[in-house]
């Protein structure tokens, strides 16, 4: 077996020289995705390895100018989770990090590991595409923020640069007026230990007659990458929130979809759960956004 360089910087300007001079190292920080790759033969572990987990700066959920959030590159998933202030304006994403793996995974795995690792079914996807988040990436040359829906190219391939590093996820500031609701569900056979047959992502402005003013929709599982589809969201836009309007916004989304056929299902099979995922996270949005009207 080949060794492995290993490197283990102490803060984000050792980090930003060592990938410098190692452009083609492999990032790992939980490593829960990458350790599970090489085991089950899907990937050989690279020749270097860049250690983050020491990088303080990577860590932590901060407020940032006008009510946006930074959320750094090595903040858990159940740090995410459990974030009053995510839960309250962005809860669609603490929906997506609590189903991700199991309670030891979402204690170990990263949201910045997650996003680089590009799976079409990746939990956050959805939800970082409805709040058109940004990703923050750093070098030795400097910083960079790149918009989500355009960082992630297809399966477990980024526009990330040799020698760059995911250093943190921006939400831009939620518009709580009128009331907003947000969700995220997913399709799984098993409630551990998982990942999405197929999910969705919603996110609702609704008045006090029950109007939509503003609709958010993507998906996850049915295409290269999480994809938002703005035709379903047309279905539901200015108009009053009943279930024909939602039914008929999970069938355009559902049209939409570009599923395969993999182990876990078929395309038919996820093709029609669309439609179901969909609906079931738009009135979850619904649910959310009244609560808040009271």
Not at 34 to 62: D, F, M, Q, Y
Not at 71 to 87: C, F
Not at 254 to 266: G, K, N, Y
Request: aromatic share 4%.
């Amino acid at each position: 077996m080949t060794a492995v360089e290993y490197f283990e910087p102490a803060d984000l300007k050792q980090a930003r020289d060592l990938l410098s001079r190692h452009p083609s190292a492999a990032i790992v920080a939980g490593g829960t995705d990458l350790v599970v790759g090489s085991r089950s033969g899907k990937r050989a572990l690279p020749k270097s390895l860049v250690a983050i987990h020491r990088v303080n700066e990577l860590r932590g959920i901060e407020g940032q100018h006008r009510g946006g959030l930074r959320i750094g590159a090595l903040t858990s998933h159940a740090d995410v989770e459990s974030s009053s202030v995510v839960l309250r304006d962005w809860s669609a994403l603490a929906d997506a990090c609590a189903l991700v793996g199991s309670p030891a995974t979402r204690h170990l795995g990263t949201i910045g590991g997650n996003v680089c690792n590009a799976s079409p079914a990746m939990e956050v996807g959805g939800p970082l595409i409805i709040f058109d988040a940004r990703v923050e990436l750093a070098s030795r040359g400097g910083k960079r923020t790149v918009p989500f829906h355009e960082f992630v190219t297809g399966p477990g391939r980024t526009a990330a640069k040799a020698g760059e590093l995911l250093t943190a996820v921006i939400l831009p500031a939620s518009n709580r007026r009128p009331p907003v609701g947000s969700a995220y569900l997913r399709l799984e056979y098993r409630q551990a230990m998982e990942i999405a047959v197929v999910g969705a992502a919603a996110l609702v402005a609704v008045d006090r007659r029950g109007n939509c003013k503003r609709a958010r929709i993507a998906l996850t599982a049915v295409a290269p990458t999480c994809i938002r589809v703005r035709a379903a969201e047309e279905m539901i836009e200015g108009k009053r929130l009943g279930d024909g309007v939602i039914d008929e916004a999970a069938r355009a989304a559902a049209a939409l979809a570009r599923p395969i056929d993999d182990v876990r299902a078929s395309a038919d099979y996820r093709r029609e759960m669309v439609a179901v995922i969909v609906a079931r996270a738009i009135n979850r949005a619904v649910a959310r956004a009244q609560e808040a009207v009271r």
